[in-house]
Structures are given as C-alpha cells and as structure tokens.
C-alpha cells in the first residue's frame, strides 16, 4: 500500500528487529525522486562513489522497498528557484563553465554541462520529494543533501545547496513557514549553517565529526560535535537527547532529514564507529520523532569500502521507513501563511537571475 493510499493519517510504527531485514511480500512504499542522470561519469579512481546512485534505485526496487510506479523524475531546478539560494555571480559562472581552477578545486569535481545538469536535477529532486512529503506525510530523494554549498561557492563535492533550494521554494509558495534541518552525515553541514544564519524560521541541527572536514565550521542552530571513534551507545544517546531538542525548539511544518552514512565504521571520511546495527537504530530513531510532521529525506554523503557497500547503506533509511507507517501530512489549511514581509524576503534578490 503506498503512503498516498494511506493518505496521511498516522498509525503505529512496527519495526522488526533484524540488522538486514528480507524484502517485503507486502510493504507500504513511499513516493521519491530519481533520475538516471543522477549518476556522472567521473575520471577513474576519483574518490566519489557517483555510481551509488543508479546502485541504491536499483537495490530499493529490486528488493521490493521501493515501487517503480511511485517513482518521480525530476526536471532540472528552475533559475528562479536557485537565485532564491545561490548569487548570479556563481549561478552563472556554473552555467557557462567559467569557475576558475581554485573554485573547482573546492568543490572537488570537474566542471561539466553534465555536472551542471545533474546538480540540478538532484536539487528538483529533493524539492518534489518535498512536495510529495507535504501530501504524504514521508518521501525521499535517492541523491540530495549537498550541504557544503555555500550562497556563493560549492565545496566537498557539493554544487548546489538542494534542501535550502526546497525550503527557500516552499515558504515561497506558503506551503511552509518553518523549516527543521537534521543533518546527520559526518561532516557539519557548513554550508546550510551559513545560508540560513539570519533565518529564525530555520532551525539547522548538525551532528557531527569534530575533528572532521570541515576544519573551519559555521554556526549552525543546534551543533552537536562528536569525538573521533564514537560508536553506537554514545552516538544514539546524544542523537535522542539533541533531536527532540530540535524538534521542540523548532516547531518545524516540515523537516529535511540528511541521512549520511558516513558516520559508519570503515568509511573512508568518516572516523566515527556506527554499526550497521547502529546505522538501522539511528533511522528508526528519526522516521519515529518525526512521525507527526512531513519528512523529507535525502542521503547526504558515504564513502564505504566500494559503491555497492555505500549503497547498502544508503538503503537501510529508506527500508525502515517503509516497514512502517507514516505522518500526518501538513494539509493546506494548516500551512501557516507567511506574512508579506518574510513572503518578501525569500525572492530572488535584486540582480540575480
């Protein structure tokens, strides 16, 4: 049954207990967001595992998770969207491929039309995700969570800031005032930090590597820095006590959830101690808090020992979200609109695109 069919209405989650649970006969599924392009072709022995992508779709369906027909393709973000974030100056140094050396550099990736495509359709993705997270309750992008983007550059192999890109486009539509970001990849989510520094409607939450990339941070709403070689029991109590902090603090009509792997022993990047075990508790701990607001979900970084293993991985959030049952979504009459003043401070700023 998909969450459309259950059309909102909250029931009671029931997670069975197993590390790496068989694919469901019968399973609620979810709407998300993915499109072939997703994955970039990448000189050989880059570091970034690009084919996870295609890997994670074609794992969630073949094991039954996720449905073919609840599938949405993305187009590519529209200009105005992204002006809303990003400034002209970078937007179109993007789209006529003139970032100088340095700039690529930063972001980690070369330059291509390619890439600039596939950065804007990851960002369209986690914005439909959004809106069908505002209808359903719950629904995901197979990609998204680039939250090293800056207003002004992109960097750790982040082009565009997606979930800023969706929170901007939704209190601009007034189908949303108040945003929560739970970012949970290893590495602080430096670059939504800073977009969003002046935004009391955003509530940024980032639990992370102290001792990891970034090594200069932004102030987020709530950070939570962790020690190299946490593992599961101290990361899973701060996680608990922290996110319903952030969830009273926030009183978000929509949460974007970064669901990095990361933060699981082995990975290349990440220098912390999650199990696998550890990783599937983590998620049943979020989709459970968060089980009476509309959620988004997108994967943010991993960097395991190969791209199939980092897809796995990947897979554990969107499996426990379809064992169970899903939130009441933000119906219309309840959105809050906003008031002209902050509907004003949302468009695109004079001279951008």
Known sequence: MSLSAIGGRTAKRAFREADRPPAPKHSNSMRYAYHPDYDLPLPPAHPFPMAKYPLLYERLVARGWLRPEDRIEPAEAAPEDLARVHTAAYLARLESGTLDAAEVRRIGVPWSARL????????????????????????????????????????????????????????????????????????????????????????????????NYPARKMRSTLDVGLEDAVGDEKYLELLRQHLGRALAESSPDVVFYLAGVDPVAG???????????????????????????????????????????????????????????????????????????????????????
């Open 116 to 211: 600039w495509r596939r950065s804007r359709l990851a960002a369209q993705g986690t914005l439909e995700a959004a809106r069908a997270a505002l209808e359903d309750g719950l629904a995901g992008n197979l990609a998204g969570g680039t939250h090293h983007a800056f207003a002004d550059h992109g960097e750790g192999f982040c082009v565009l800031n997606d979930v800023a890109i969706s929170i901007r486009r939704l209190q601009h539509d007034r189908l949303a005032r108040r945003a929560l970001v739970v970012d949970l990849d290893v590495h602080q989510g430096n670059g939504t930090a800073a977009i969003f520094a002046d935004d009391p409607d955003v509530y940024t939450f980032s639990m992370h590597g102290e001792r």
């Open 267 to 353: 990975d290349r990047y990440g220098r912390l101690a999650l199990s696998e075990a550890g990783l599937r508790e983590r998620e049943r701990e979020v989709l459970g808090a968060c089980r009476d607001r509309p959620l988004v979900v997108t994967i943010a970084g991993g960097y395991a020992s190969t791209p199939e293993r980092t897809a796995d991985l990947h897979a554990v959030v969107f499996e426990e979200a379809c064992r169970g049952a899903f939130a009441r979504p933000l119906q219309r009459d309840d959105a809050v609109p906003l008031p002209e003043a902050a509907a004003a401070a949302v468009e695109p700023a004079s001279g951008t695109l």
